[in-house]
């Protein structure tokens, strides 16, 4: 049983077992969010993502030791794949950004686990438990640019996507979505060839793209010798503070929140056709697949039979 007043307390162990219940999921980890749900909005939280190989973990070590030396609280929570033996996530908690942990800050290892409602809704839940834990900044690192690292950097206020010069199908990758939701652009390891021709790239996509209320910065940064760092961590409080516009933090809660409901209805959904309804589900795919019923009247159907069976 985890402790909601261990949480609140910032006790490390039981932010740990918190941390782990909620990945795993189920009415214990409802129950503990729901007792956590009066002592959140402090941490502010920061996405980094980008492609494979342009240096995430470094960059976000080097950011979070930047934080910490302003006396902050800094939690990492680091998005992995899961491993498709244990289950858990594949890169481990000590064997990355040790400089960062020597300093006092926290990292934190996820996969999804089967988590009701997916990766995303997963880490979500751990960005409550290290809200309500105290933590100043909370620092989210996810491992690509695919779909659920798009649905990840919605659950942070601040979105910073890396990238690199010379790998071909960077720029490709990030225009597939990432680019659309990036608050803050790094271009890391920037004593590279050809990483100012990528900052004038970025610059001039953005400078194509619509006006809006907050022109994203273009940063280049290199982790390993610190250059740039100090101005991406000014770039991300200039975004936090514009944050601070009318109504603006407030919408952007509303917005997560709604995307957090329809995950979860959605996986509720499949959740009850894959238990309860497993033999209506599979009644009604042979009538679809014969011709006897159209696909939306199936959907209807069961959402019915769904609705029936919560009465």
């Not at 200039?238 to 996986?267: I, K, Y």
């Not at 589900?281 to 019923?293: I, K, P």
Request: charged letters at 25%.
């Amino acid at each position: 049983m985890v402790d909601a007043a261990e949480v609140l307390a910032g006790d490390a162990r039981g932010v740990a077992r918190a941390l782990t219940l909620v990945e795993r999921g189920g009415r214990e980890a409802e129950e503990l969010l729901g007792a956590l749900r009066g002592r959140l909005g402090h941490a502010r939280t920061v996405g980094i993502t980008g492609a494979p190989g342009v240096g995430k973990s470094t960059l976000v070590q080097a950011l979070g030791i930047a934080l910490l030396h302003g006396g902050a609280r800094v939690a990492v929570l680091a998005v992995d794949p899961s491993s498709p033996f244990s289950g858990g996530a594949l890169l481990g908690d000590r064997v990355r950004m040790p400089d960062f942990l020597e300093r006092g800050g926290v990292v934190r290892s996820m996969a999804t686990r089967g988590a009701l409602g997916g990766l995303a809704v997963a880490a979500s839940d751990a960005l409550d438990v290290l809200d309500a834990a105290g933590f100043d900044w909370i620092l989210v690192e996810t491992v690509g640019v695919g779909q659920d690292e798009v649905e990840i950097a919605g659950e942070v206020e601040t979105v910073v996507l890396v990238t690199v010069a010379g790998l071909g199908d960077d720029v490709q990758a990030a225009k597939a979505g990432v680019m659309e939701i990036a608050d803050i652009f790094a271009v890391n390891k920037a004593d590279r060839p050809g990483a100012e021709g990528q900052v004038a790239a970025i610059e001039g996509a953005l400078a194509m793209a619509p006006a809006g209320s907050w022109r994203p910065p273009v940063i280049p940064t290199s982790a390993t010798t610190g250059e740039g760092v100090a101005r991406l961590a000014t770039a991300i409080a200039d975004h936090q503070r514009f944050l601070e516009g009318p109504g603006l933090r407030e919408e952007a809660r509303r917005r997560r929140a709604r995307r957090r409901v329809e995950r979860l209805v959605a996986a509720l959904v499949r959740e009850r056709i894959g238990g309860a309804q497993r033999a209506a589900f599979a009644a009604v795919l042979d009538e679809v697949g014969r011709g006897l019923l159209d696909p939306y009247a199936a959907a209807r159907r069961l959402l019915r039979g769904i609705g029936e069976g919560e009465g």
